[in-house]
């Protein structure tokens, strides 16, 4: 039970343990079927305790989410500073999968559990910020071998370009972390996967 002696670090501590409880839960179970008492009983707390915190699941939920898709675009953001757009494309992509593959759980819950219905949507203050939206981190890396004209003529829509080169290394990552030990498959190592894919991925895209 929280007490007013509580100091602030321990209730920052104690709010950064209930989100990494409650997003480990939500990737197990589902989101639906995880209640706040659940979440309290395994930190050790009564369910009013967590709601000193959150109000509610999706308010959890949401923060969790800010989170999480801020730490993705803070991982990412020191590649912007490659002076070469077409190393900084490549890197990108191998960023982002080492934060996919690092924090699957966190990947988890941003890129492959369905947010819309729980009310949950990406604020203002992320959409189209280089400190905290990676989709934008990616645009505009896309965007700049594109104004070098480095693109086949034919891909000539910079979102398109950068959701298609985004599906690919989300398809390997996404498999890499849902189906890492099934043995009925000869499974390549994830580096030279996601190596494959970046060549492909170039060759289809690129002038030649």
């Known amino acids: 039970m929280l007490t007013k002696s509580t100091s602030e670090q321990d ?6 343990r209930i989100m990494e409880v409650a997003r480990d839960l939500f990737v197990q179970k589902g989101i639906d079927a995880v209640t706040m008492r659940e ?11 967590i709601y000193l915190y959150f109000a509610d699941k999706q308010a959890l939920l949401r923060e969790i989410c800010e989170s999480d898709f801020a730490a993705m675009a803070s ?4 590649i912007l500073e490659i002076a070469d757009a077409e190393k900084r494309l490549i890197a990108i ?6 934060f996919a593959l690092m924090y699957p759980n966190h990947y988890q819950l ?14 203002d203050e992320y959409k189209n910020n280089l400190e905290k939206d990676a989709y934008f981190q990616l645009r505009t890396v896309v965007n700049a071998v594109f104004l070098e004209g480095k693109f086949r003529k034919e891909w000539n829509d910079v979102d398109l ?9 989300h398809g390997v990552c996404a498999l890499q972390i ?10 390549r190592p994830v580096e030279h ?3 494959m894919m970046q060549t492909l991925l170039k060759l289809g895209l690129t002038e030649r």
């Open 11 to 16: 209730k920052q501590e104690l709010r950064a």
């Open 39 to 49: 979440i309290a009983k395994r930190i050790g707390y009564s369910a009013t305790s």
């Open 75 to 78: 991982h990412i953001k020191v």
């Open 93 to 98: 992509s191998d960023s982002y999968a080492k």
């Open 110 to 123: 941003m890129y492959m559990t369905p947010h819309a219905r729980y009310g949950i949507s990406v604020d």
């Open 161 to 169: 370009i950068a959701q298609t080169l985004w599906a690919g290394i």
């Open 178 to 187: 849902t189906m890492p030990k099934e043995d009925w498959i000869n499974w």
């Open 193 to 195: 996967r996601l190596q």
